[in-house]
């Protein structure tokens, strides 16, 4: 009986080990790539505090407060000075995530509704592929479409109505930058969501008597709210971060608090980018400074959202 | 519904001033909007500079409220924009999209610029040290070599292609190098100094880029800290012998009559011009500009387009 076992226990072993070392190698890739958002937020973590504790090579230390509540990027000569702040700066990025998300969203929204309820099969299929093309198109291209065309839409619409826009870099020309940008990323997530609402539901609502239209946006979209939120935190998550498209339609603007659409601006990310390959010394690190003031910016805003969204509540999805 | 109302109110005004033409004739009282590249662009610091606003090129607190920061490229599509612009960018940028302006009273060409009759440019200078003063002959050897072949045409294209306007050449590398028998052999591991003016890194970058596979694969090491350094770092007895020391140096602008004293006139030369154009809309009626005006444009005393045109 032994002879005939024991290449069955062999084998067994021999599996095992593979299965131990399959194991090891996933593991280790594992640590590997999660060790990055270490070694990442380390270096800006590290970088960005040195503003802050140590005197810039005899510029002196910034001071906190004053950087985070300020109205001027830099008061001086850069490379001669520490009065660097961004008070001004924070709350123009907040403005233009949030109001990129009032136009994005109830278009985003009612393209998915379209999308996974409305459209014939066919035209369906069409419209996920183009949505989900153009979710992928690189910021860059976004960037240089509001160039082109929406500086100029934004420079004629304000002459029209009287004002004399600053060839048309302004928070207006951000904010559609921006709303176009999170549309695909709002109707992907949605049309999903949209689509996994129970049919029952869908057919409960018919049977009582509702009109299809009632049926969408009183059954429908409340019972996908939970994933539609998802994809609001996910578009203003991708308007807070980007950098490049709206670095070129912003202006740059250095100081004053600005709540005027039509006037230039800047966000977080543009004071970061502008002029970041050329700086060096304190006038470089204090980008990583804003860097980790974004960081924060974006993960309060989640914070914030996902509470909503718990608030909000979630109905029977399957 | 309201807020519905507004979005397609906003969409439709969007669109239709989209279609209407912009109107022929230049308003004169619209304010002026004062383009400009970011603290750390050597065009910057060549416009400042050459306006009389030298301070203004490191300090945006100087400049006229509301300024718009744009790169190169930004600055050029807005003056396709914006009627009421004015920018500045370098002379090989200007194409027929945008009105360059005239400075006191010359044209900005490329001719103009190399019979140094348009005023708003630099020159890039070079300086070396003096004949023996060199760590090794090959260095001095391979230092002479590079001075001869920025006077060549293949310098003079990569300089072209790198923002500035080379001087006239005529001869080739291939027609000197001769004379130059160092370039012959491997100079691998022997290190060239580089440094000086930082707007001239670019152009120095590519010059000694392309200028080491022509020389023996010599290592150029560039050390690039301001204009002031050129003389400092390769002729200032204090300086010239510590380690920040340089065998060649480059200067965005003439040498000062104090750092010429007892440098062999041998020892520094020009090699390329560095020519800004300031930049309107074509509808702008301007055509000349004085170093004054574009002052009085960015520190904000002409605020209207009829300060400046009346």
């Not at chain 2, 009282?29 to 301070?55: C, H, L, P, Q, W």
Request: charged residues 20%; hydrophobic residues 45%; glycine residues 8%.
């Amino acid at each position: 009986m032994q002879h005939v076992e024991i290449p069955v226990i062999k084998q067994h072993k021999e599996k095992r080990i593979k299965d131990r070392f399959v194991k090891i190698i996933l593991l280790s890739f594992t640590l590997l790539s999660s060790s990055f958002i270490f070694i990442v937020a380390g270096t800006i973590l590290v970088k960005g505090v040195t503003p802050f504790i140590t005197n810039n090579n005899g510029l002196g230390s910034v001071s906190f407060i004053p950087f985070l509540t300020g109205d001027t990027w830099l008061i001086g000569e850069s490379f001669h000075s520490n009065l660097y702040s961004i008070g001004f700066i924070i709350a123009s990025t907040l403005m233009i995530a949030l109001l990129s998300l009032v136009v994005s969203f109830p278009i985003g929204v009612l393209t998915a509704l379209f999308i996974a309820k409305v459209a014939p099969k066919k035209l369906a299929n069409i419209l996920r592929t183009v949505i989900e093309l153009l979710a992928s198109i690189p910021s860059i291209i976004y960037g240089l479409f509001g160039a082109g065309i929406i500086l100029n839409l934004v420079y004629n619409f304000s002459a029209a109505i009287g004002y004399q826009s600053k060839g048309g870099n302004s928070m207006l020309a951000s904010i559609l930058v921006l709303a176009i940008m999170t549309i695909p990323t709002i109707t992907s997530i949605s049309e999903v969501a949209i689509r996994s609402v129970d049919k029952n539901l869908e057919e409960g609502s018919l049977a009582l008597g509702a009109s299809k239209t009632q049926t969408h946006f009183k059954v429908v979209l409340f019972a996908a709210k939970s994933g539609i939120f998802t994809s609001a935190i996910l578009g203003i998550g991708r308007a807070l971060g980007e950098a490049t498209a709206v670095s070129l339609v912003a202006g740059g603007r250095r100081s004053g608090y600005s709540f005027d659409l039509l006037d230039t601006t800047s966000t977080l990310t543009t004071i970061m980018l502008e002029g970041m390959k050329e700086t060096i010394g304190l006038d470089y690190d204090i980008r990583f400074s804003v860097g980790i003031v974004l960081i924060v910016v974006i993960i309060l805003t989640n914070i914030i959202l996902n509470f909503v969204k718990r608030k909000v509540g979630n109905v029977n999805v399957k | 519904m309201k807020k519905l109302f507004g979005i397609i109110l906003l969409t439709l005004a969007l669109t239709l001033s989209a279609c209407t033409n912009a109107e022929d004739t230049f308003d004169e009282t619209k304010n002026i909007t004062v383009y400009t590249r970011d603290t750390t662009s050597g065009t910057r610091a060549g416009f400042m500079e050459g306006i009389g606003f030298a301070d203004a090129a490191t300090n945006d607190s100087l400049l006229v409220e509301g300024f718009v920061i744009k790169d190169n490229t930004g600055i050029m599509t807005s003056m396709t924009t914006d009627q009421f612009g004015i920018g500045y960018v370098s002379l090989s940028s200007v194409n027929d999209t945008i009105k360059p302006l005239s400075f006191e009273g010359v044209e900005p060409t490329l001719a103009n610029v190399i019979n140094d009759t348009y005023g708003l440019k630099r020159p890039f200078m070079w300086m070396v040290r003096d004949a023996g003063d060199y760590s090794s002959e090959t260095v001095e050897a391979l230092v002479n070599a590079f001075v001869a072949f920025l006077g060549t045409t293949d310098a003079q294209d990569i300089i072209n292609n790198n923002g500035a306007i080379g001087l006239n050449a005529t001869q080739s590398w291939d027609d000197i190098k001769a004379n130059h028998p160092v370039t012959q052999q491997d100079n691998t591991g022997v290190v060239v100094r580089f440094g000086g003016s930082d707007s001239i890194q670019k152009v120095a970058e590519a010059l000694t880029n392309s200028f080491t596979s022509k020389a023996g694969n010599f290592t150029a090491e560039h050390d690039h800290t301001g204009s002031g350094d050129a003389y400092k770092r390769t002729q200032d007895p204090a300086i010239k012998d510590t380690s920040v020391g340089k065998d060649v140096g480059f200067a965005s602008r003439y040498f000062k009559d104090a750092e010429k004293v007892g440098v062999e006139t041998s020892d520094f030369g020009q090699l390329a011009w560095d020519a800004i154009v300031a930049i309107v809309h074509k509808d702008n009626p301007l055509n000349n500009v004085t170093a004054d005006d574009l002052k009085k444009i960015y520190e904000g005393t002409y605020a209207t387009w009829s300060d400046l045109l009346d």
